[in-house]
């Protein structure tokens, strides 16, 4: 048992293992096919493997530069602004991270106070709510409808207030798999133009959207620019997502503050694999073509249940894709869940762990950022259902 006295001071007394561990161990311990946590399961590219090598042996394995080696901050400004026409200094603007995680969790800790309120859009990854609490702050949810996922602007209006410090938005969105429209970032530039509220824009999937579509970067919006923290991931975008590494491009005077709390959560991040991503950057093929790569994967995945009794709105971006089991089960999807894992060797997401008092919205979340022999098997058992 755990003693009172710890049990009164704990910060996060109503957090929980997360869905992802618990799924993951589910899904071991059953041996299932797992289309749960977003993480390939084919390897990287050989080339960026010998990189972070040759980076090894050339001698880069002591502490880089606190903000990030510079030649990979000044690839990644040289990519912001080919891609979103927005320059960002690679001496005062940018600076690399321990994945996207670190860089929402520490520009969170820099900005928000005790009381300062948060605007959260749900469903939302998790990682969000826990370093507003964690910070005082508290946040404020504006729930998408289950059946477009798209943001109703006025109720985020009105969700705003005197003490709305940040707002936290996600596209391509995980776990639905839309994406932030023009007019949509536009909508929300309006709103947030006479205030002083900041923008956390996580933008891992930045590379990973379909159908010719274009992925809208907050830093392509001139105002919210000036009050955004664009976080990125390369793990995944590269398929090693267990390298954590990732970056936060703000202006100036934000960066300055961010780099303050940076400093002395994780100091720099590893020095030979940031050597490795500033030359494999140089490419953008190794970029520019995950777009076509993850929607080969997604079509492939969604036609081959084409005889099943599941209902899909082809995902728009990220590499997960939502299944409605209404017409299979009116179980509640971590009840479902669950059993397809125990009884069918195959494990998902359920996603009312993601929404509002946990809203059931008769959906599950499968990643396709699988081998195509994982995705047939996935799909066999799904036909069966």
């Not at 710890?6 to 561990?21: A, E, M, R």
């Not at 820099?110 to 605007?119: K, L, M, T, Y």
């Not at 125990?342 to 396709?368: H, W, Y």
């Amino acid at each position: 048992m755990i003693p009172q006295i710890l049990q009164s001071k704990s910060k996060l007394p109503d957090v929980k293992t997360t869905i992802f561990t618990t799924v993951g161990n589910l899904a071991r311990k059953h041996k299932a096919i797992d289309l749960s946590q977003g993480f390939p399961n084919f390897e990287a590219d050989p080339k960026l493997m010998r990189l972070v090598t040759q980076a090894m042996k050339q001698g880069h394995n002591q502490y880089a530069a606190m903000q990030g080696y510079y030649g990979l901050r000044e690839v990644i400004s040289e990519k912001i602004e080919q891609l979103h026409g927005r320059s960002y200094d690679p001496v005062n603007e940018i600076t690399v991270t321990v994945g996207a995680t670190q860089a929402i969790f520490t520009a969170i800790t820099a900005f928000v106070h005790p009381g300062d309120e948060v605007i959260v859009i749900k469903p939302a990854y998790d990682c969000y709510e826990p370093a507003i609490a964690l910070n005082g702050g508290k946040a404020v949810y504006v729930q998408l409808n289950a059946n477009n996922y798209k943001v109703d602007w006025e109720e985020f209006r009105n969700k705003i207030t005197s003490k709305t410090r940040m707002v936290v938005l996600n596209t391509p969105h995980n776990p639905s798999g839309k994406i932030i429209t023009k007019d949509d970032m536009l909508q929300l530039q309006e709103i947030l133009r006479d205030t002083n509220i900041l923008l956390v824009s996580d933008e891992v999937y930045e590379h990973i959207v379909f159908d010719g579509c274009e992925h809208q970067s907050a830093s392509r919006f001139d105002d919210l620019a000036q009050r955004s923290f664009i976080c990125a991931s390369f793990g995944k975008t590269f398929h090693v997502t267990g390298w954590k590494m990732g970056y936060c491009a703000a202006p100036k005077d934000l960066m300055h503050e961010f780099r303050k709390t940076h400093q002395f959560a994780v100091f720099c991040v590893d020095h030979p694999t940031q050597r490795a991503m500033a030359e494999y950057l140089k490419n953008e093929e190794h970029y520019m073509q995950l777009n076509d790569f993850y929607q080969e994967k997604r079509d492939f995945f969604l036609s081959s249940l084409k005889t099943s009794r599941f209902k899909f709105k082809p995902s728009e971006g990220t590499y997960f894709q939502l299944l409605d089991y209404t017409e299979i089960s009116n179980e509640k999807d971590e009840d479902l869940a669950l059993r397809l894992i125990t009884e069918n060797k195959l494990a998902c997401i359920p996603i009312s762990s993601f929404n509002m008092n946990n809203r059931q919205d008769g959906v599950l979340r499968f990643c396709f950022a699988k081998k195509r022999e994982t995705l047939e098997k996935a799909a066999e058992i799904l036909c069966q259902l």
